[in-house]
């Protein structure tokens, strides 16, 4: 079983997305079930409406799976695991208040060395226990030995106990706190593989910590994902920056099919530089993804976004401009030199059915060439047009380009007009 496991207090980021995408492909490949868990135990950064955010833009990835669960409905279940902690000594009950926690940091700090719990309130007696009605956490006890595991893409790590500590567990509110709750949520739906970003590689000794002390035998495998960079400053991508945010992509017009192309791409020697999802799984190595951050870069994601277009349908790519004719869609590709996302293609075409209002230079040409044309026959080519209106208006070659160039497409620059007019030429009425 794998698990895509993402938080309700923000938008989808494109390092979300890369972790669904390879838990997908994973699961895909060793014929296993995906389940989505939306982690959303952390109540006050939860943001409403963002859980089915999430599912919709997974849908729109094709990126299917069993069922949702929300990790909030398995709080009791949490807490359950937690009592058998503390009945079987595996776990105890701290009454350590946070300003004399945060006390014995500071002290670290000024000693220079890393905190650790130091054990207090671990050794009281249930009879303290029983008499103190302070509030209290539940700590989990550090373990005796050190904790190894082997991440299939980083290879081996080896964790001391003072590395993992006694940690918390069920907070004062008694909820659990992130490890814990996905140690059990991990162990309960019988997860095979974890896939996540390096920044998680040490919450992963806590983990397997929670679960050996729970006796839980089954091994789970790791994949900690490199970071993704910006190309252009070479830092850390910021996931709350609105160019790594997938809906914001999504809005700028790019393809699912080809952000999923690229995330694919980042870290691996795949055998094609344009794919799409399903092709992936044929060839897709885990254990062949770079171990070296990757640098996320938005020309290439539109080179790439340019490739998918350029193979659509001219139907579909007209439907998605908000057309149904298969000429908008062609029309559209003449102009994949110069643009390369749906919101710039729709540019384009908004351009050619534009008012327009005037052309500096050319004023009284453009008086003229719109009266003849609102007056013209209908023409299937574009030179039959063209001697018309030379006849109908007495203007040169030289004075009609610009003018007439700027009246059918709203521009003066961009693909030769006998290319645009076959596609066009239905809708002069509109356009003029």
Same mark, same amino acid.
Request: proline share 3%; with cysteine; aromatic share 10%.
């Given at each position: 079983?794998?698990?895509?496991?993402?938080?309700?207090?923000?938008?989808?980021?494109?390092?979300?997305?890369?972790?669904?995408?390879?838990?997908?492909?994973?699961?895909?490949?060793? &014929?296993?079930?995906?389940?989505?868990?939306?982690?959303?135990?952390?109540?006050?950064?939860?943001?409403?409406? *963002?859980?089915?955010?999430?599912?919709?833009?997974?849908?729109?990835?094709?990126?299917?799976?069993?069922?949702?669960?929300?990790?909030?409905? &398995?709080? +009791?279940?949490?807490?359950?695991?937690?009592? *058998?902690?503390?009945?079987?000594?595996?776990?105890?009950?701290?009454?350590?208040?946070?300003?004399?926690?945060?006390?014995?940091?500071?002290?670290?700090?000024?000693?220079?060395?890393?905190? /650790?719990?130091?054990?207090?309130?671990?050794?009281? @007696?249930?009879?303290?226990?029983?008499?103190?009605?302070?509030?209290?956490?539940?700590?989990? +006890?550090?373990?005796?030995?050190?904790?190894?595991?082997?991440?299939?893409?980083?290879?081996?790590?080896?964790?001391?106990?003072?590395?993992?500590?006694?940690?918390?567990?069920?907070?004062?509110?008694?909820?659990?706190?992130?490890?814990?709750?996905?140690?059990?949520?991990? #162990? !309960?739906?019988?997860?095979?593989?974890?896939?996540?970003?390096?920044?998680?590689? @040490?919450?992963?000794?806590?983990?397997?910590?929670?679960?050996?002390?729970?006796?839980?035998?089954?091994?789970? &495998?790791?994949?900690?994902?490199?970071?993704?960079?910006?190309?252009?400053?070479? +830092?850390? #991508?910021?996931?709350?920056?609105?160019? @790594? %945010?997938?809906?914001?992509?999504?809005?700028?017009?790019?393809?699912?099919?080809?952000?999923?192309?690229?995330?694919?791409?980042?870290?691996?020697?795949?055998?094609?530089?344009?794919?799409?999802?399903?092709?992936?799984?044929?060839?897709?190595?885990?254990?062949? !993804?770079?171990?070296?951050? !990757?640098?996320?870069?938005?020309?290439?994601?539109?080179?790439?976004?340019?490739?998918?277009?350029? /193979?659509?349908?001219?139907?579909?790519?007209?439907?998605?401009?908000?057309?149904?004719?298969?000429?908008?869609?062609?029309?559209?590709?003449?102009?994949?030199?110069?643009?390369?996302?749906?919101?710039?293609?729709?540019?384009?075409?908004?351009?050619?059915?534009?008012?327009?209002?005037?052309?500096?230079?050319?004023?009284?040409?453009?008086?003229?060439?719109?009266?003849?044309?609102?007056?013209?026959?209908?023409?299937?080519?574009?030179?039959?047009?063209?001697?018309?209106?030379?006849?109908?208006?007495?203007?040169?070659?030289? %004075?009609?380009?610009?003018?007439?160039?700027?009246?059918?497409?709203?521009?003066?620059?961009?693909?030769?007009? &006998?290319?645009?007019?076959?596609?066009?030429?239905?809708?002069?009425?509109?356009?003029?």
């Amino acid at each position: 079983m794998f698990r895509f496991a993402p938080s309700p207090t923000g938008d989808m980021h494109i390092g979300n997305l890369r972790i669904a995408i390879y838990n997908y492909i994973m699961s895909k490949q060793l &014929n296993e079930k995906l389940i989505i868990r939306i982690e959303d135990t952390d109540k006050e950064k939860n943001i409403e409406g *963002k859980d089915k955010e999430i599912l919709e833009l997974l849908s729109l990835f094709a990126i299917d799976y069993e069922y949702v669960i929300h990790q909030s409905d &398995n709080v +009791k279940t949490h807490q359950k695991m937690a009592m *058998k902690l503390l009945m079987n000594k595996k776990a105890f009950s701290c009454f350590c208040s946070e300003d004399w926690l945060n006390k014995q940091k500071e002290q670290a700090i000024t000693d220079k060395k890393p905190f /650790t719990y130091d054990g207090h309130c671990e050794s009281l @007696s249930d009879d303290v226990i029983l008499n103190t009605e302070a509030p209290f956490t539940v700590r989990i +006890k550090k373990p005796l030995n050190n904790i190894s595991f082997t991440d299939l893409v980083r290879g081996n790590f080896d964790y001391k106990p003072l590395d993992i500590d006694s940690f918390v567990i069920l907070e004062q509110d008694k909820n659990p706190t992130y490890d814990y709750a996905c140690a059990v949520d991990d #162990m !309960v739906y019988d997860i095979s593989t974890v896939i996540r970003d390096e920044n998680y590689i @040490s919450n992963t000794p806590k983990q397997i910590q929670i679960r050996n002390s729970l006796g839980y035998e089954k091994e789970i &495998n790791y994949v900690h994902l490199p970071s993704i960079l910006n190309a252009q400053t070479g +830092k850390k #991508m910021s996931m709350s920056s609105d160019d @790594s %945010s997938i809906q914001w992509l999504i809005n700028e017009g790019f393809l699912p099919v080809a952000i999923v192309n690229y995330l694919v791409l980042l870290g691996n020697n795949a055998p094609k530089e344009i794919f799409t999802l399903e092709e992936s799984i044929e060839w897709f190595d885990i254990k062949k !993804v770079s171990k070296n951050a !990757v640098e996320f870069d938005m020309d290439k994601l539109r080179f790439i976004n340019r490739e998918h277009l350029k /193979t659509i349908d001219e139907l579909r790519l007209s439907k998605i401009l908000g057309f149904a004719d298969t000429d908008i869609g062609e029309l559209a590709k003449l102009y994949l030199e110069e643009s390369s996302t749906i919101k710039e293609l729709k540019t384009k075409i908004n351009l050619i059915f534009s008012k327009k209002e005037s052309l500096a230079g050319f004023e009284e040409e453009l008086d003229k060439l719109r009266l003849c044309l609102k007056s013209a026959p209908y023409f299937d080519d574009i030179n039959q047009l063209n001697k018309h209106i030379v006849n109908e208006t007495n203007l040169t070659a030289k %004075s009609l380009s610009k003018p007439l160039r700027y009246i059918l497409t709203g521009t003066v620059e961009g693909p030769a007009l &006998n290319e645009i007019y076959p596609f066009i030429k239905n809708y002069l009425g509109e356009i003029i």
